[in-house]
Nanobody, 119 residues
Framework: QVQLVESGGGLVQPGGSLRLSCAAS????????MGWYRQTPGKERELVAA???????SYADSVKGRFTLSRDNAKNTLYLQMGSLKPEDTAVYYC?????????????WGQGTQVTVSS
């Protein structure tokens, strides 16, 4: 099993910044990909940004140039630096990973962290 623990959400004014963190733990043999998704009430969960093992980050068009994804492989931790935040970025943000652990290959989700952009 792989556990994902997210942190860093909160309330921020438009134009502000936040950094989300996602730490993966468990007996992990390999992480193939990690990413951030977000969801608002009544809408489907959407991909915000993701990175594969050895690859470059990819971003949703809505966040390109404002959000930066980075990864600390030694700590199995994923970061999402969010800047120039807009009210439409308000959502619950979920961390996701595709990993190989002692339980085998699987897809795992964090519990979600609320980001609210409002004045």
């Amino acid at each position: 099993q792989v556990q994902l623990v997210e942190s860093g959400g909160g309330l921020v004014q438009p134009g502000g910044s936040l950094r989300l963190s996602c730490a993966a733990s468990g007996v992990i043999f390999k992480i193939n990909a990690m990413g951030w998704y977000r969801q608002t009430p009544g809408k489907e969960r959407e991909l915000v940004a993701a990175i594969t093992s050895g690859g470059s980050p990819s971003y949703a068009d809505s966040v390109k140039g404002r959000f930066t994804l980075s990864r600390d492989n030694a700590k199995n931790t994923l970061y999402l630096q969010m800047g120039s935040l807009k009210p439409e970025d308000t959502a619950v943000y979920y961390c996701n990973t595709q990993a190989v652990s002692i339980s085998g290959r699987g897809i795992y989700w964090g519990q979600g962290t609320q980001v609210t952009v409002s004045s």
